[in-house]
T-cell receptor, first 113, second 115 residues
Framework: AQTVTQSQPEMSVQEAETVTLSCTYD???????LFWYKQPPSRQMILVIR??????QNATENRFSVNFQKAAKSFSLKISDSQLGDAAMYFC??????????FGEGTQLTVNP | SQTIHQWPATLVQPVGSPLSLECTVE??????LYWYRQAAGRGLQLLFY??????ISSEVPQNLSASRPQDRQFILSSKKLLLSDSGFYLC??????????????FGSGTQLSVL
């Protein structure tokens, strides 16, 4: 079984600043993927970034990057140059063989102008 | 391009009434299909998934059922709704690229209120 924990129910950041959202996971799998999804007020789920566990290099998508620490089972999301449109609920998720995508409880990000 | 349609967007139903939520995918074939439920301010709970027509796997025991009568159609049903069935229901699809390399694409969701 997999578990995903997001210890920050809420976070806030000033526009143009950087913020890091935390995520830890627990899995017995050796092969798995990790994801960050964004859910804006429209409630549409949007894939932000994906990391393959076998890759040591941290994934990057424009202003979004991850800090993947496999030994610590940590997968944090860094948002640089935060924009008002980044305000949303962010979900961390893991996916291993023989199982489905498991989501954390989410972190509500507020971006202050 | 692939699109996913989910309807209705909102639904208010009395306790004990039946439920039918429909989801269809266009632009792909043989997708994996999923139903998730999200309680207010909470994460997503997987309810059902399907890897093919007529193949349904249930993740949690509940008052709901799912069916896949066609390759790109996924239906969530209940014979008698309970108050606890209220929530935001999301349909999702993926093209399996490997057992672990699975990116989900979500519909726009249905907000169900059982009164």
């Amino acid at each position: 079984a997999q578990t995903v924990t997001q210890s920050q129910p809420e976070m806030s950041v000033q526009e143009a600043e950087t913020v890091t959202l935390s995520c830890t996971y627990d899995t017995s799998e050796s092969d798995y993927y990790l994801f960050w999804y964004k859910q804006p007020p429209s409630r549409q789920m949007i894939l932000v970034i994906r990391q393959e566990a076998y890759k040591q290099q941290n994934a990057t998508e424009n202003r979004f990057s991850v800090n993947f620490q496999k030994a610590a089972k940590s997968f944090s999301l860094k948002i640089s140059d935060s924009q008002l449109g980044d305000a949303a609920m962010y979900f961390c998720a893991s996916h291993g063989s023989g199982s489905r995508l498991t989501f954390g409880e989410g972190t509500q990000l507020t971006v202050n102008p | 391009s692939q699109t996913i349609h989910q309807w209705p967007a909102t639904l208010v139903q009395p306790v004990g009434s039946p439920l039918s939520l429909e989801c269809t995918v266009e632009g792909t074939s043989n997708p994996n299909l999923y139903w998730y439920r999200q309680a207010a301010g909470r994460g997503l709970q997987l309810l059902f998934y399907s890897v093919g027509i007529g193949q349904i796997s249930s993740e949690v025991p509940q008052n709901l059922s799912a069916s896949r009568p066609q390759d790109r159609q996924f239906i969530l049903s209940s014979k008698k709704l309970l108050l606890s069935d209220s929530g935001f229901y999301l349909c999702a699809w993926s093209v399996p690229l490997g057992q672990t390399n699975e990116k989900l694409f979500f519909g726009s969701g249905t907000q169900l209120s059982v009164l």
